[in-house]
């Protein structure tokens, strides 16, 4: 914008206002040449990074280019119908013995004519690593986090050390537990919510101590007078301020589970993830297909519900982004 | 809660009558709490019997377990002293933490090379090893197990400690080793607190020497090797270590690091412009609204694993399906995040501007950018620390980086000691760069915090 002003209405100034006019524009062109720098730097940073990453990677970025189209090109699916018919374990016309047109023989047998599709029961198995391990993760922060908030807990120690747990928890991978376990328990679907439910404590713990720091300390001064105990103070001052926020935090990780326990089962943890990976690896475009477009329905679904639901809890300031902008 | 207080009839109906609605409270504000408990546990009832969770914990191998997870801290050195023609003959395999010929306190040879003696942290736990019998000394107590071309036999009167097991004898000296006495040979795995051989291999001049004599060297001591400097030649070591790989490990974690911010970056840089255009109250267009919005859908419920799978399927597994991967998910997270930011601006500043005459770009730039800069750069910054977790795992699935590598050595079973080195790094490496971010974040964001 116009931050220079035409050298003759400045000399109408009085002696005072020019020099901090000077000064503004001083600090505008300082503001300036740091905007520059920064964003030099930034893009040098940058180009250094991508040479790098294209370095390391086993195919170069342009010397792959080309094929990257044909890969899409070549992996499509015989018809739309074919993926209808791998969804489904339908099957195939295009049936010729190999396992890239067999679809009808994974399917999972409920009774002896009623069967469940391979990919619909293998989604179910992932969803349900997602809920058992949000709802085992939201129990265990649910336990550390009134230790971890200082307006409960008056030691410094106990926080400290129970902050410390639950930033471990949050930042340890995720597979290393998943792999530790598989090499124990064998691999499964156990060891993936086992590792998934660790994060979940250290993540919602965090979310929920700042929650319970944030809430209103008036009801607990109130419970106080009267003589509560602690575990009176914070089951009728504190939880039923934060339990909807609890609640929504718990639906948003759900959501974030259901994509990390199909991670994790392409890694080894069974469930949907792990099909994809193969019948991508495979190159069986029906297959691949099929399961894009069912990860997809579910993850909106849950999505939708867990937003729909969250709205019914705690209104319309249900954690939506940049409402702070207003 | 301890009730001091004491309420007359008169006066609980009166209360009663006065506040209706916080005495009289609906079915499911009264009973919801319990039938969503009640509701939970049977559903992970269910789950306990879906998932066969006691089969598959009574199956583990738990005997293993123990082993695994002692290799996270500690070291096993596993020779295998072999009976040769009268002579005890000792065989490293080629993980050998030991030079050929290096001096090793608790495996002493007895003199003319027909026994060896295998110390277990005390004088009173060693065994004697020739090729006749094994004398096992267990808390200063001597057991002597005699061995034949057939078979090991236990002593009478041998402790829990040691056991037959089919024609060897298998003894237990807790944290300190374990022994499998054969026939043929002695099987010997002894623990160690720490890592073995962490800094240099044993193929390293510097191997062996203690910090001190190390860093003389590296100061004052004469070239080990005319072509260079001691200091390079122990950066070179360490790096080249060939058990620990350090250099391979460090690339491979700024690979990750690499995906993490360039992937974020880009997203950043590409959901900016087009948040704009899915914000109802800037693009005046709800076609364009809405095809934006959804494409900010489409490329944020397609999973992270997925568009990772088709990149390495694509380009080949390394840093660039990563980046791609993280790219996709974060234009469409980030876009829609941008997006209701852009919704929920004052649009006073806006008017303010244009009416003064500015072009539309100015608009944006200074009626609008201005306001939201805050909260994009800290939703960027939230996002940078949660992807730089996440490319671990995404590295795992084939995109590279150092969750190949865990991935990798935590399949041989063997590496226990590198994975917790690697998830070592990993977690110094997100608490840097979560300070890092946080420290920035309130830097923009100011006193308000996010």
Redesign the interface.
Known sequence: MAHVAAPDRMSGLQESSRTILDHYQAQVQTRRIYTVVCIVVFLIVLGASLDFANDANSGKFFERLPYFFDFIKSFVPNGPLEIFRAMFDLPSPYADGSIKFDYTSDRVYITDSFYIPYFFYELAITVNIALVSTILGAGGAFLLCFFASSNLVGSRMVRWGVRRVMEIMRAFPEIVIAGLLAAILSIGPIAAIIAISFHTVGALGKLFFEVIENADMRPDEGLRASGASWLERVRFAILPQVLPNFVSYTLLRAEINVRASTIIGAVGGGGIGEAFSLSIGRDHAAKTYAIIILLLITVICVDQFSAWLRRRLIGKQSFEFGRGAA | ??S?LTVNGAEHERILASYPKIFERGFMQRWGLLLVSAV?VI??AF?FA??N?IP??V????D??SV??QDWYSWRAQPRLRFQNGQVVPQWTSRGQYRPGADISWLKPGVGGSSYTVTFGSHDDRLEVTPERVDVFIDGTFYPVVITPEKASLPAGAPDRMEQDGNKVNVYFGFAGQVEIRSSQVYIQRRFLGWANFFFDTQSPFWGRSFGEVAGLMLFGERLDPNQSNASLALDNFLNNATWQHGDIL?KL??TL??A??GT?LGTLFAFPLSFIAARNITRNRTANWFMKRLF?FLR??????WA??FT?????????G?AAIFFTDTGALGK??A???????DKQREGVKSVG?API?VQ??GVVP??LP?FIS?SLYFWESNT??A???G???A?GI?LK??ES??T?AD?DK?AYM?LL??IV??LF?NMSNALRSRVMGK?G?
């Not at chain 2, 399927?313 to 399906?321: D, H, L, V, W, Y």
Request: proline share 3%; glycine share 6%.
């Open positions: 809660m301890s001091t939970v559903y992970l789950c879906f998932f969770v598959t914990f199956n583990g191998n738990w293993r377990a695994y997870v690339s700024m690979q690499v995906m911010f360039v970056l859908d419920s397609i999973d992270m694993l997925i799978l088709f399927r694509a380009f080949g597994p390394g840093p660039i399906p980046i995040v941008y209701e930011a852009l919704e929920n601006v004052d500015a100015n730039r200074y306001q939201v909260i939703q977790r996440s671990t795992v995404i795992a699935v084939g590279g969750g865990l991935l935590m399949k079973n226990w994975v998830v990993i977690l997100v608490f979560d308000r996010h």
